[in-house]
Structure formats: structure tokens, C-alpha cells
């Protein structure tokens, strides 16, 4: 079936610092894959989204590419903030199954001033 | 509202309780589905509304779990005679149609079974 991996967190990085969460998929056919990301105490935003191979998805500084050939969703970013503390979410849209979200188990994120 | 709302935002409830779970979809988006967050088993989803029918309720636990969707809006998500595991975020989200893939989140409701 298809499934998300994302690496384990927490993250901890200084402001400034450069991120990478990783993020891989299994899947059969092409979903689209998303980044989602949960601040403290609110609910699920998208971040990012890319539908097809070699789309890059961007917002707020974040940028993800969706590489069909290693199966990946990297979410990068070249300077982190405090805001940025949180946790993310990669996720990908079940085409064969009503389009339903298959998430990975969340990366937190935390950001020392 | 601009956005999926649920309520309540908590509630806690005893075991063997019955709850209901409100969700207000994006005016106008046509998909509904239900997600469940908790510690031991991260962002599961439960049941699929396309419209006012549910194609896939594959997600449910068990048969202590049932939702419905009227009007191809409002949602309600039931849980009879709740159990302490039931407790966990359940979250909503709204999808505007077969060509648009991105869901829409509303805050959730915490739910605690004690």
C-alpha cells in the first residue's frame, strides 16, 4: 500500500540555520505530495504542495521538490526563525482510494534564538 | 467562515458515552473527510464524503464509529459507548472537488475519555 516516511525528530536549529526534513514515499502511480505544518496548539496548514515529477513547491521560504526517480519530498529552507518552530507533516494524496491523505509521522521542529 | 470549523474545540467525556463531533466544511467544496491524531498512531483517516454519501469508511475502527454529512455540508462524527483509546484529535478537512487534491484543515476537537 502507499505510505510516507519522514525522518524522526525533533530537529533543533539555531536561528538562521539551514533545514532539511526528509521525506520518501511509496507509492503506485503519481500522487501529488504535500507539506503540512502544525504550529503549537492549532490545526494542520498546508505549506506546500506539488502535483507531478520536478515540481517544486514553495511558500514562506520552504521549498520542496517532488523527485520521482528516489521517491522523494525533502522540505528545505535556508534560514530558519523562531516561528518556524513546529511540526511538519509530509503527505501524500491517495489517488486510488478517494484521494484520501497518507501522512508521515510528523517532524518536530524547534528553533533557538 | 472562510475556513472548516469544528466543535466543540474539547470535550471530555466518560467511558461508555456516546459523543457527536460537528464539522463545517469550506462553503462549497463537495469532498469531506475525517482524520484522526494521536500519540501512538499519528494522522489516521477514518471515512470519505463525497457529497452526502460515504464511498469509503474504510478508516473506521470499529462499528462504534459512524458519520454522516446532510445538506452536502455539515458533518457529524458519532462515537458510542467511548472507550479511554478513543481519546485523540479529531480533525476535519474539506477538499473543493475532484480536480483540486488539497484538503483544508479545521482546528479539531480533543477529545479525553476517562
Known amino acids: 500500500g502507499n505510505s510516507v516516511t519522514q525522518m524522526e525528530g525533533p530537529v533543533t536549529l539555531s536561528e538562521e540555520a539551514f533545514l532539511t526534513i526528509n521525506c520518501t514515499y511509496t507509492a503506485t502511480g503519481y500522487p501529488s505530495l504535500f507539506w503540512y505544518v502544525q504550529y503549537p496548539g492549532e490545526g494542520l496548514q498546508l505549506l506546500l504542495k506539488a502535483t507531478k515529477a520536478d515540481d517544486k513547491g514553495s511558500n514562506k521560504g520552504f521549498e520542496a521538490t517532488y523527485r520521482k526517480e528516489t521517491t522523494s519530498f525533502h522540505l528545505e529552507k535556508g534560514s530558519v526563525q523562531v516561528s518556524d518552530s513546529a511540526v511538519y507533516f509530509c503527505?501524500?494524496?491517495?489517488?486510488?482510494?478517494?484521494?484520501?491523505?497518507?501522512f508521515g509521522s510528523g517532524t518536530r521542529l524547534l528553533v533557538r534564538p | 467562515g472562510a475556513g472548516v470549523s469544528q466543535s466543540p474545540s474539547n470535550k471530555v467525556t466518560e467511558k461508555g458515552k456516546d459523543v457527536e463531533l460537528r464539522c463545517d466544511p469550506i462553503?462549497?467544496?463537495?469532498?469531506l473527510y475525517w482524520y484522526r491524531q494521536s500519540l501512538g498512531q499519528g494522522l489516521e483517516f477514518l471515512i470519505y464524503f463525497q457529497g452526502n454519501s460515504a464511498p469509503d469508511k474504510s478508516g473506521l475502527p470499529s462499528d462504534r464509529f459512524s458519520a454522516e454529512r446532510t445538506g452536502g455540508s455539515v458533518s457529524t462524527l458519532t462515537i458510542q459507548r467511548t472507550q479511554q483509546e478513543d481519546s485523540a484529535v479529531y480533525l476535519c478537512a474539506s477538499r473543493r472537488d475532484i480536480l483540486q487534491e488539497t484538503q483544508y484543515f479545521g482546528p479539531g476537537t480533543r477529545l479525553l475519555v476517562l
Open positions: 503527505a501524500l494524496s491517495d489517488r486510488d482510494s478517494s484521494y484520501k491523505l497518507i
Open positions: 462553503s462549497g467544496h463537495t469532498a
